[in-house]
């Protein structure tokens, strides 16, 4: 199971995953906007073509924001997000970041557990942060 980084020919494959993973998902002009940032780096999985996974992180100086991550419904709980949290990491840190945050729905029990279990903690809730409402935890890991 390999990782690759984005190109511009993946943003419409990632939108329309966006689509089924989220109640708020990022459009094709969100996604490109980040991916033409000299800060974002984006990487994907992929079986017999299909995009099953990515996600994406922007880092700046010290600090390092993992601005979204994916896995197709199907392809869930088989280590896939697993293995796009520890590129995104891999990626923070080989641009020198030496803490990185993240928020993630209260709701999403299964990707808290996933960040916890990788050693980030939670640092406190943003109130209504999502546009339907939902609240969101900010987490942070620490390089060490």
């Known amino acids: 199971m390999n990782g690759r980084a984005w190109t511009m020919n993946d943003l419409d494959a990632i939108a329309a995953m966006e689509k089924e993973c989220f109640s708020d998902p990022w459009n094709r002009r969100m996604l490109a906007d980040s991916f033409l940032s000299e800060h974002f780096h984006g990487v994907l999985l992929e079986e017999e073509g299909a995009i099953v996974a990515y996600g994406g992180v922007s ?17 869930r709980r088989c280590g896939r997000g697993q293995k796009i949290l520890g590129d995104l990491l891999a990626i923070a840190r080989a641009h020198g ?7 993630v729905r209260v709701s999403n ?3 808290q557990i996933l960040y916890l279990k990788s050693g980030f903690r939670g640092l406190y809730c943003r ?9 969101a935890v900010v ?5 060490g």
């Open 59 to 75: 880092v700046v100086m010290e600090d390092a924001e993992i601005q979204l991550i994916a896995v197709s419904e199907m392809y």
């Open 97 to 103: 970041a030496r803490r990185i945050f993240l928020e």
């Open 109 to 111: 029990a299964a990707a």
């Open 127 to 135: 109130t209504r942060y999502y546009p339907d409402g939902e609240d």
């Open 139 to 143: 987490m942070m890991k620490e390089f």
